[in-house]
């Protein structure tokens, strides 16, 4: 069974498949990067990561930022350690999420 991390945000749901992430970073202020084991090509041939990238603006510098980052992979080992019988974990890091965006990250 895939498990998931569910992530509400303006009465929408979305479900980040935790057996493809492969790390998770700090961005900008504000912004941690979850990156998947899939690699994804641009149009000019470049291999780029693909991800998810959270924004909580509420974590606006550089501790904050470490306290989100923190809080979402104590979530992923949550959830890893729940029952198979429940394939969705609820997402709630220390900051709330203010903005989910598809990432595409070029691959150096």
Do not use: C
């Not at 979850?34 to 501790?63: P, Q, W, Y």
């Not at 989100?68 to 394939?87: C, F, G, R, Y």
């Amino acid at each position: 069974m895939v498990k998931y991390l569910k992530i509400s945000l303006s009465d929408a749901h979305y479900l980040i498949p935790i057996h493809d992430i492969v790390t998770v970073e700090v961005g900008a202020n504000t912004q941690v990067d979850i990156l998947f084991n899939l690699v994804g090509h641009s149009a000019t041939g470049a291999a780029e990561v693909l991800g998810v990238r959270l924004t909580a603006t509420t974590a606006a510098d550089a501790a904050k930022t470490k306290e989100q980052l923190n809080s979402i992979v104590d979530a992923i080992e949550e959830a890893l350690s729940t029952s198979w019988t429940k394939p969705f974990y609820v997402l709630e890091p220390k900051y709330p999420v203010t903005g989910i965006a598809q990432l595409q990250e070029a691959w150096a």
